[in-house]
């Protein structure tokens, strides 16, 4: 079964950066599509960004556009997200997801433990 592990979450004043990666281990397909959900307290989890591992194609929620860029190396099964510019309600656990056979990440069929990213006002 696929392996998703987060890293590079931490403590951020508002205005920062920080760099988020996630390493997939155990492919079977090149058909898929890797990206971020995230969470924060009291608040339903949410779709941040996705690419397609097909077609290189990217999306981005609304909030976070001109901010953060999602991008994968096929190589190394290694994705990372570039979060400039955070606010504070950029704050909570972000976790790595993987959807099969699609270039969208809508209900992915696997999710890493997720990393806490913490954004200071």
């Known amino acids: 079964e696929m392996q998703l592990v987060e890293s590079g979450g931490g403590l951020v004043p508002a205005g920062g950066s920080l760099t988020l990666s996630c390493t997939a281990s155990?492919?079977?397909?090149?058909?898929?599509?890797i990206g971020w959900f995230r969470q924060a307290p009291g608040k339903e989890r949410e779709g941040v960004s996705c690419?397609?591992?097909?077609?290189?194609?990217?999306w981005y929620t609304d909030s976070v556009k001109g901010r953060f860029t999602i991008s994968n190396d096929d190589a190394k099964h290694t994705m990372a997200l570039q979060m400039n510019s955070l606010r504070p309600e950029d704050a909570g656990v972000y976790y790595c997801?993987?959807?099969?056979?699609?270039?969208?990440?809508?209900?992915?069929?696997?999710w890493g433990k997720g990393t806490l990213v913490t954004v200071s006002s």
């Open positions: 997801v993987v959807r099969l056979g699609a270039n969208y990440c809508t209900d992915p069929n696997y």
């Open positions: 690419i397609s591992r097909a077609d290189g194609s990217t």
């Open positions: 155990r492919f079977t397909t090149d058909d898929y599509a």
